[in-house]
C-alpha cells in the first residue's frame, strides 16, 4: 500500500466528518455503538466465520471511490476518521485484530459497519440490496 491509500483525517476535519456522521446515521446521539441506533433504515448480514469483511468489495458500489473510514476508538474524544477506499480498507481490516468500524461514502449516502457480533450493517439502498442478497 502506497502512502496515500490510507490517510488520518486532521482533528478539526475528523471532528466534522464524524459529527456529520452522527447527525445522518444516528439521529445526532453520540453512543459508543452507533449501531444500537441508527436512525435510518438498515440492513444486517451475519457471518459465522467472523469472514464478513471480505465481502466488502462486494458489497459496496464502489470499492475504489475514495470514502471515510472510522474506526471506533472509545478512548479518544471522537472517532478517528481516514481517508481511503473500501478496497485498501478490506486490506487493512484483514491484517489487524478484530474491531469494530463504519465505512461512508464521502457525500454520506451509504454506510458499511461490522461489528463484534460478526454482523455486517448496511445504511442506504446501494449497499442494503446487497446485504439482503448476501443473507438469501
Known amino acids: 500500500l502506497g502512502p ?9 476535519e475528523a471532528l466534522v466528518v464524524f459529527q456529520t456522521c452522527l447527525g445522518k446515521f444516528t439521529a ?19 457471518f459465522d466465520d467472523g469472514q464478513g ?4 468489495v462486494t458489497t459496496v458500489p464502489d470499492p475504489g471511490e475514495r470514502i471515510w473510514f472510522i474506526a471506533e476508538e472509545d478512548q479518544m474524544a471522537f472517532y478517528p476518521v481516514y481517508e481511503t477506499t ?11 485484530y478484530g474491531f469494530e468500524y463504519y465505512m461512508i461514502s464521502k457525500d454520506f449516502r451509504w454506510l458499511l459497519c ?22 438469501a
Open 28 to 46: 445526532g446521539v453520540d453512543r459508543k455503538w452507533w449501531w444500537e441506533g441508527f436512525s435510518q433504515p438498515s440492513a444486517a448480514a451475519h
Open 86 to 96: 473500501p478496497r485498501t480498507a478490506q486490506k487493512v481490516i484483514g491484517e489487524c
Open 114 to 135: 461490522e461489528n463484534h457480533h460478526n454482523v455486517m450493517i448496511g445504511i442506504g439502498p446501494e449497499i442494503t440490496s446487497q446485504l439482503e442478497r448476501k443473507t
Open 4 to 12: 496515500d491509500a490510507m490517510k488520518r483525517v486532521p482533528d478539526a
Open 53 to 56: 469483511f471480505k465481502t466488502i
